[in-house]
């Protein structure tokens, strides 16, 4: 059973499913929450403990006091929320903006993360705190203040699917999902990405890394993964395992969630070898 719960100690809002073992905790994107993850949770294995959390200003959860947290910041408050929910070993999957946490994560508390899956890898720009916002950027934040979170999504979301015409309901889902963020929480969270930096996060990780790439993804092309994959492989000297799957866009876990899921068991059952096993979704490996 899947849960909603509270973690007092931090204000982090989650849902949780229980197992026994280390954890998989799913970081979600920019424009999401951890509600999104709730179908997935069905499709991986019973025996595993799943967690989502909502990040700082998202889905209840506390924001940050800062203007322009950084990715280390959004990583020491998931560290302080999973140690006090005795998570502190897990499996970070991390999608979109959720990739660059995952990152940081990793390279601050190595000995508590065994692996990580990057989905969707969001690059970021790498800008110092108080540069000014690249235009898409901070348009993104006009928008969402001009329209308002429903009006916003309604424009924004088509764009994370893979023809969107012939998937209205998907459409409506991450439309649902994304009129719920909170301005002040998003406006944070697009800073972090500005100053996001996940090519140079990457070649301080040391723990098996593992990649899925939505084929169609107009939001993050499946350049920005190539190019995070290939700073894993400079650091690691191994080319890191690559999960590309077909009629699939930005939102990859949604419009292929049972190749998605799949992906997430492939890549966290091979320990982050370069040949891990072949799916039978629709999934290929690069």
């Avoid at 408050?77 to 903006?97: M, P």
Wanted: with cysteine; hydrophobic share 45%.
């Amino acid at each position: 059973m899947v849960r909603d719960k509270c973690d007092q100690t931090t204000g982090i809002r989650y849902l949780e499913r229980a197992g026994s073992g280390d954890a998989v905790v799913f970081l979600h994107g920019i424009g999401s929450s951890a509600a999104s993850f709730r179908g997935l949770f069905d499709l991986m294995p019973p025996a595993l403990r799943l967690i989502a959390w909502n990040a700082p200003g998202y889905g209840g959860s506390a924001a940050l006091p800062e203007v322009w947290p950084l990715a280390a910041r959004y990583a020491a408050v998931l560290h302080r929320f999973l140690t006090s929910i005795d998570a502190q070993r897990a499996v970070l999957v991390g999608h979109s903006l959720g990739t660059l946490i995952a990152a940081a994560y990793a390279r601050s508390y190595p000995e508590q993360v065994p692996r990580i899956v990057l989905a969707a890898a969001a690059c970021g720009y790498g800008l110092p705190t108080g540069a000014p916002l690249p235009r898409k950027l901070a348009e993104r934040i006009a928008d969402l203040h001009r329209q308002g979170p429903a009006a916003f999504a309604r424009a924004r979301a088509p764009r994370l699917v893979h023809d969107p015409q012939a998937n209205p309901g998907l459409v409506r889902q991450v439309e649902t999902a994304m009129a719920a963020i909170h301005p002040a929480g998003y406006a944070q969270a697009v800073h972090m990405l500005a100053s996001g930096d996940l090519v140079a996060a990457l070649r301080g990780v040391r723990c098996p890394v593992g990649f899925i790439i939505g084929a169609q993804d107009a939001v993050t092309p499946p350049e920005q993964t190539h190019r995070a994959a290939n700073a894993v492989e400079a650091a690691q000297g191994h080319a890191p395992p690559v999960v590309q799957i077909d009629g699939a866009g930005h939102a990859v876990y949604l419009q292929r969630p049972h190749a998605f899921a799949e992906a997430v068991i492939s890549l966290t059952a091979t320990h982050g070898t370069a040949h891990p096993a072949p799916t039978a979704t629709g999934g290929t490996h690069a």
